[in-house]
């Protein structure tokens, strides 16, 4: 059974950092894309950060989110500097089977359940 598990998410004040993880099980996911989405209350889910032979950035986060990846351990990161309160979201983890930078949402199959960022002003 393929899962993706998010951890590192919490509550940090605004100007802070934050690292997020993602395992994947179940299969390996290094000829896969990886990606970052997230979710405010009362919004859509959006994209924040996808990796391949290549990564692209939402123009939101450019130059102070980092996506990377350790395909020896399944594990996809995103490393959150400078962040905002706009920022405030569930962070979700995706993998598509593809080596392109897509982000569109409904592109990715396998999805994690999310793990909670929130910044404080």
């Known amino acids: 059974q393929v899962q993706l598990v998010e951890s590192g998410g919490g509550l940090v004040q605004a100007g802070g950092s934050l690292r997020l993880s993602c395992a994947a099980s179940g299969r390996t996911f290094s000829t896969y894309a990886r990606g970052w989405f997230r979710q405010a209350p009362g919004k859509e889910r959006e994209f924040v950060a996808t990796?391949?032979?290549?990564?692209r950035y939402a123009d939101s986060v450019k130059g102070r989110f980092t996506i990377s990846r350790d395909n020896a351990k399944n594990t996809v990161y995103l490393q959150m500097n400078s962040l905002k309160a706009e920022d405030t979201a569930v962070y979700y983890c995706a993998a598509g089977p593809f080596l392109s930078v897509a982000v569109n949402p409904r592109d990715y199959h396998y999805w994690g359940k999310g793990t909670q960022v929130t910044i404080s002003t």
């Open positions: 990796i391949s032979y290549s990564t």
